[in-house]
């Protein structure tokens, strides 16, 4: 994760006082991807119909899909298990709503993964894991 930071260009996470910024490292089809928030997002926007993700458009996991997407229209490929690492808790308000009505499940669909394992850092330093699936299904293991 630092090193993603570093490439980004972002400044070492900083939980207190936070430094505003989520970066997140994805791993598809033999890629990596980086995605970040914010003024640093991409202003291309590839998914159809951006506004079915309401507030999460600029959000660095959204951000990762959304290359992932871009690349899977161009080579056709679909399927497998994408493993992301964020550097916070994906938000619940838009990116991770009960059970998985939210952004970032909604992306994976569209991607064409068969399911996204996340992991992340929690406040306390823990990690965390997600498996999140194409459908509103969401699992949340080792909290
Ligand atoms: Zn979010």
């Not at 590839?46 to 899977?72: C, K, M, S, T, W």
């Amino acid at each position: 994760m630092a090193q993603a930071r570093q490439k980004l260009g972002l400044p070492p996470r900083s939980a207190n006082p936070d430094d505003g910024y989520t970066a997140i490292v994805l791993y598809a089809d033999d890629t990596e991807y980086l995605g970040v928030n914010g003024n640093l997002a991409s202003k291309n926007i590839v998914f159809p119909n951006p506004q079915q993700f309401a507030g999460a458009i600029g959000h660095a996991e959204i951000d990762g899909l959304n290359q992932l997407y871009a690349d899977r229209l161009v080579s056709g490929k679909s399927g497998g298990v994408g493993i992301m690492y964020v550097d916070r808790m994906p938000c619940t308000a838009y990116c991770l709503t009960e059970y998985g009505n939210g952004a970032i499940p909604k992306a994976v669909s569209l991607t064409g993964l068969n399911g996204l394992e996340i992991y992340y850092v929690g406040p306390d330093g823990e990690t965390a894991r997600f498996f999140i699936l194409p459908t509103d299904l969401l699992w949340v293991l080792g909290m």
